[in-house]
């Protein structure tokens, strides 16, 4: 299973109906004491602020992002220079395909809390979606430098690498990785690619294999079955 990356997960990834309950009372606890909100006095503030991020990540899980974004505006509009409403508007955004103005968002949470590596993780996803792998390579092996095994920095890096054809670097980004994480779906399927663009198709066949074990409903390892199917 791949860890848990700090504010990045939690503001960005969709939620299931039982955690959308859970965690709209620990996102009030979480906005209110991390100092990155101003005091609130007002109960009406707080309700505010709570309401508007459960509605957003409610309109994201039914994948309405415009709406989504809507959510929060009256929380932006009071806070627009805090860390965690750009960061959130960041994904949101690149979600609904406007890179250019997830970057701005991404990039002013980054000038909020500078020493934060979210929102280059953000910086490093959007660049991917543009194919700009020089940007996200430099991303990338910045965080790497202060937090080696970044588990998303490594895989941006990575898929990177891959879209440059260099597939001798992206293994072994890739290997390194699943020395610490040998069941990580992501990097059995990343190095399965890599394998099949090396022509080593009998690697791939095994690396596909492991990956349809751990995840069944994998529609590439079950495409990669019937292309190459085991000779009897």
Same mark, same amino acid.
């Given at each position: 299973?791949?860890?848990?990356? !700090?504010?990045?997960?939690? =503001? !960005?990834?969709?939620?299931?109906? !039982? ?22 006095? !007002?109960?009406?503030? #707080?309700?505010?602020?709570? #309401? ?59 000038? +909020? ?33 202060? #937090? ?21 670097? +992206?293994? #072994? ?10 069941? /990580?779906?992501? =990097? ?13 198709? +009998? ?6 294999? /492991?990956?349809?074990?751990? /995840? ?5 390892? =079950?495409? =990669? ?8």
């Amino acid at each position: 299973m791949r860890p848990a990356n !700090s504010l990045y997960s939690f =503001f !960005s990834t969709p939620l299931n109906n !039982s955690q959308l309950q859970i965690n709209y009372y620990l996102m009030v606890a979480l906005l209110l004491l991390i100092p990155l909100f101003t005091t609130i006095n !007002s109960a009406h503030g #707080d309700t505010l602020i709570a #309401d508007s991020y459960h509605e957003s990540f409610t309109q994201e899980k039914i994948e309405d992002y415009n709406a989504a974004i809507q959510a929060l505006m009256p929380v932006y509009e009071l806070y627009s220079r805090q860390y965690t409403i750009n960061l959130r508007l960041g994904w949101l955004h690149y979600l609904a395909g406007r890179y250019r103005k997830s970057l701005e968002y991404y990039r002013s949470a980054a000038s +909020a809390v500078p020493g934060a590596i979210d929102p280059k993780l953000g910086e490093a996803i959007v660049g991917l979606a543009q194919q700009n792998y020089g940007d996200v390579k430099l991303i990338c092996y910045s965080i790497i430098k202060i #937090d080696y095994y970044n588990y998303l920095a490594n895989r941006y890096l990575a898929k990177a690498l891959v879209g440059e054809e260099n597939f001798v670097q +992206a293994a #072994d980004v890739t290997q390194k990785m699943l020395a610490l994480y040998p069941s /990580d779906i992501n =990097f059995l399927e990343q190095l399965a690619i890599i394998r099949l663009h090396q022509g080593d198709t +009998a690697t791939a066949r095994l690396l596909y294999k /492991d990956l349809w074990i751990l /995840d069944p409903n994998n529609i590439n390892a =079950f495409r =990669f079955s019937k292309k190459y199917p085991v000779k009897k």
